[in-house]
């Protein structure tokens, strides 16, 4: 567990280097952070994560939860945390998916400005989120795949509303980790609410995709987790499925202290930020 001393250095350094930017969206003030890797050439061209915190988190504790920025530093890409409404995003939870906060349009249009902003390589934007972060992420697949390379979610599955406006989806990049024993976005789906992890992974693989692929992992007996990998290939993307024996609603290899709540056990099987940017890597 990380000691008190060490996470406030990992605070200190992680707000020295982010910026928090607000922007007009429909009216109404949005806020994110922007996060540029150390050694950052303006003269260079750089790939775009966006990752989108869950439900009641804001962006600065999604940043030091996942500690992301330290993989962006290893890599060298721009990592961006918008700021939901009232922490929230439109998924059709609890609000409407048509008229509710127009969460695809702000994403788009900071996008948009980030692109004017910044020496962004659009061949390589990227969406990245957890629980309802993970939801949007769906949306983005589902909505801005003629911008974004490729999403994974974290603890999050297709949304029924997704399923129901977009059953002519496009071909995309998706990375799906779940765990088998959340407890709060249930592996299996909800009815009237999500679909299970196993049938989003075939509701996003189309017949360009081809044999499933299956990896177990289980390097780490002492965390009482193991993993299985389902992978489907076509000629230019990787539809993904991560799946957590035992594992919660968390974010593997995160240190539970940042989030101190009980929402099962985290996986270390898995260097899952690593995981996660050599899958957006290998997306054409």
């Known amino acids: 567990m990380r000691t008190l001393f060490a996470f406030i250095c990992l605070l200190w350094t992680s707000s020295l280097l982010a910026q928090t930017n607000q ?59 918008p700021k939901g409404i009232n922490e929230d995003w439109n998924v059709g939870f609890g609000m409407s998916y048509k008229k509710g906060p127009d969460d695809i349009g702000f994403i788009e249009a900071l996008l948009d400005q980030l692109e004017k902003d910044l020496p962004i390589d659009r061949r390589k934007i990227f969406a990245m989120g957890l629980s309802r972060g993970g939801f949007f992420c769906q949306r983005i697949a589902a909505e801005l795949a003629h911008r974004f390379s490729a999403v994974a979610s974290i603890g999050a599955t297709l949304p029924d509303s997704v399923a129901y406006y977009h059953a002519h989806k496009k071909e995309i990049g998706l990375l799906m980790v779940h765990g088998k024993s959340d407890k709060i976005v249930r592996y299996e789906g909800k009815k009237g609410g999500y679909a299970s992890a196993i049938d989003s992974y075939r509701y996003w693989k189309t017949s360009s995709f081809g044999k499933d692929k299956i990896v177990k992992i289980d390097k780490n007996p002492g965390d009482g987790t193991a993993i299985e990998i389902l992978e489907s290939s076509s000629s230019k993307k990787t539809i993904g499925l991560i799946s957590i024996e035992n594992g919660g609603h968390t974010w593997p290899g995160a240190d539970s202290f940042n989030i101190g709540l009980p929402i099962g056990l985290t996986s270390m099987e898995i260097n899952i930020n690593e995981y996660i940017w050599a899958f957006f890597e290998k997306q054409k």
């Open 23 to 81: 922007f007009i969206h429909n009216e109404v003030k949005r806020k994110y952070i922007l996060y540029t890797p150390k050694n950052y050439n303006p003269q260079k061209s750089y790939p775009l994560v966006f990752h989108f915190h869950g439900a009641g988190m804001t962006p600065a504790e999604q940043m030091l939860y996942t500690r992301f920025n330290e993989t962006a530093d290893t890599h060298g890409f721009i990592v961006v945390y």
